[in-house]
């Protein structure tokens, strides 16, 4: 399955938002390539944001379902997806701050770790799975 198309009024590329692991790490194979790469960058920076924040948060929700994102963290503990270790990751990153001059990478790391841990409460994201043991 082809994930990216370039589309040649914009320049950039048209962004599909993902909702399986496979199709998702599909896309991170194309966007190996540094034109792929470069088409996405485009795209995203013109979703654009208030903020910094803001523009990481529409870049993420653009991209990944929720019930995608409750499935990753940013280092891949716990079962989870190492989301961090991605191209899109990256992209976002670079994304963010070429828009938002004034931003820190750890701004921007933040804010994609809290779309991440607050995912699964979303709509779609699939709840948060109850712990069993004792409670006291």
């Not at 909702?19 to 991170?28: T, Y």
């Not at 190996?32 to 790469?37: H, L, R």
């Not at 931003?103 to 799975?129: F, H, S």
């Amino acid at each position: 399955m082809e994930c990216l198309q370039v589309s040649n009024k914009s320049g950039g590329m048209k962004l599909n938002k993902f909702h399986s692991l496979d199709d998702f790490q599909e896309f991170e194979e194309e966007i190996q390539d540094t034109e792929k790469f470069a088409s996405l960058k485009l795209s995203l920076s013109k979703i654009g944001g208030v903020t910094a924040v803001d523009h990481t948060r529409k870049a993420m929700d653009r991209m990944l379902h929720n019930s995608l994102m409750a499935k990753m963290n940013m280092k891949g503990k716990k079962g989870k997806f190492p989301f961090g270790k991605t191209q899109l990751f990256q992209a976002i990153i670079e994304t963010v701050r070429d828009s938002h001059s004034n931003v820190t990478e750890v701004t921007i790391k933040d804010a994609i770790m809290k779309q991440l841990k607050y995912a699964p409460e979303r709509a779609g994201g699939g709840g948060r799975k109850m712990q069993t043991g004792n409670q006291n």
